[in-house]
């Protein structure tokens, strides 16, 4: 099945400064990408999503890209903000449209 | 119901007792799934449903059951729950190939 590694584990960036994320995939059949927020105590929210057939997506301060030839796909925060504090969860799905989880990145925008 | 609701929210279990975790959905979704979040390990999946009456099971199904009766109602079934159970569950959903999943607001299980 797909295997999804997600790097670092922890982040800590100063407010203002970019996050990177980055991730890799086994399965070379996999298409379709995101990436979930989740805030302590609650559930992973969908912030952002690539599909197979794009080289990257932009939606505000955050942007995705994907490697398809060297499987593997990153996530980008600019201008960091205390509110982008969170657990970060990118996702692999194949054509059995089940997601495969990274193990997550702790992120800390210290003020 | 708005969306996918799971219930209970939290649940202290005696080992070797029986319980079901139960999820809702009101978006049609034909697709449902459930995971389990443990630190450092990410969201592991444990069974799925690609549509009513059919399941599958994911990476982590030993000890667990569910069932899909209809599209709305994903149930998930400890027999005899161990401590190794003690967990956050999340129930999902999706409109397959429409994009991401919807989760529900998770239950957290103590086994002791």
């Known amino acids: 099945g797909e295997n999804v590694e997600q790097h670092p584990s922890t982040l800590s960036v100063q407010e203002g400064d970019s996050a990177v994320i980055k991730c890799t995939y086994s399965?070379?059949?996999?298409?379709?990408f995101p990436w979930y927020k989740q805030e302590l105590g609650k559930r992973p929210q969908l912030i952002i999503d690539?599909?197979?057939?794009?080289g990257e997506k932009k939606d505000q301060r955050i942007a995705v890209t994907l490697n398809k030839t060297a499987k593997h796909f990153s996530l980008h925060i600019t201008e960091t903000q205390p509110e982008d504090s969170a657990v970060y969860f990118c996702?692999?799905?194949?054509?059995?449209?089940?997601?495969?989880f990274g193990a997550g990145t702790t992120v800390t925008v210290r003020a | 119901i708005a969306g996918i609701t799971q219930a209970p929210t939290s649940q202290i279990l005696a080992a070797g007792r029986r319980m079901t975790l139960r999820c809702t959905q009101d978006?049609?979704?034909?697709?449902m799934y459930w995971y389990r979040q443990d630190l450092g390990l990410g969201l592991r999946l444990i069974h799925y449903?690609?549509?009513?009456?059919?399941?599958g099971k994911g990476e982590v199904p030993d000890g667990y059951s569910v069932s899909r009766a209809n599209t709305d109602d994903f149930p998930l079934t400890l027999a005899s729950a161990v401590p190794s159970q003690t967990s956050v569950y999340f129930c999902?959903?999706?409109?397959?190939?429409?994009?991401?999943?919807?989760f529900g607001s998770g239950t957290r299980l103590t086994v002791v």
């Open positions: 999902a959903s999706s409109d397959q190939g429409s994009g991401g999943y919807t």
């Open positions: 399965d070379s059949a996999s298409n379709y």
């Open positions: 690539i599909r197979s057939n794009v």
């Open positions: 996702a692999a799905e194949a054509n059995d449209y089940k997601l495969s």
């Open positions: 978006m049609r979704h034909n697709a």
């Open positions: 449903s690609n549509t009513a009456g059919t399941t």
